[in-house]
């Protein structure tokens, strides 16, 4: 669930429009006193499995809603999808994947936005031999988004949690080890 001013999206990843688990992500706005459905939202390549709606964000009239079992990249690799707002309507921009992304690597599972920066967390990335994690840091210039970085950490599951603000990003990794077994930590990046 995220909020931006007037509007919430909430993710629905178990929901079945495109088959068992393909997902859904619902979208509520305020007007006065009164919340009321604006949209569903779903993959346009949405298949069952794919858990669309496990994360969402939304900044200004971008959402980024995240699919982290998508298969775009080999088995449960993950995707993000980008839908912007034009005047009461959310429309499809443009599908989110790691560029070097694997199977299993949850791409998508954690998402942020903030103005043109979106990040995605890829929990289970495999780094040098261990399901370290990562997260992937896109733009979006020029009316395309474009991959700018790849942040990772020594720890376990990094990207597990995501967040930004300004040119500063938080990323968990609930699996570190440092302070005693998945005892956990957070990475803060200044991009």
């Given at each position: 669930t995220a909020i931006y001013e007037n509007a919430i999206v909430v993710?629905?990843?178990w929901d079945y429009n495109n088959g068992d688990e393909s997902g859904s992500a619902?979208?509520?706005?305020?007007?006065?006193?009164?919340?009321?459905?604006?949209?569903?939202?779903l993959a346009p390549d949405g298949a069952a499995g794919d858990n669309f709606g496990k994360s969402v964000a939304i900044y200004e009239d971008t959402m980024v809603v995240g699919a982290y079992r998508d298969d775009g990249n080999g088995d449960?690799?993950?995707?993000?999808?980008?839908?912007?707002?034009?005047?009461?309507e959310w429309r499809y921009q443009a599908k989110?994947?790691?560029?070097?992304?694997?199977?299993?690597?949850?791409?998508?599972?954690?998402?942020a936005i903030y103005e043109d920066t979106?990040?995605?967390g890829a929990p289970w990335d495999y780094v040098n031999g261990y399901d370290r994690g990562s997260a992937h840091v896109l733009?979006?210039?020029g009316g395309e988004w474009s991959h700018q970085a790849?942040?990772?950490?020594p720890n376990g599951a990094f990207g597990w949690n995501i967040a930004i603000y300004g040119d500063t990003i938080v990323a968990g990794a609930p699996r570190d080890d440092d302070n005693g077994i998945d005892?956990?930590?957070v990475h803060v990046f200044v991009v």
């Open positions: 993710g629905a990843p619902y979208v509520f706005v305020r007007s006065g006193e009164k919340w009321t459905h604006q949209a569903k939202l449960e690799s993950g995707s993000a999808h980008v839908f912007a707002r034009s005047e009461e989110l994947l790691a560029p070097d992304g694997s199977a299993y690597e949850y791409f998508g599972y954690s998402v979106i990040v995605v733009v979006h210039s790849k942040l990772l950490a005892s956990g930590s």
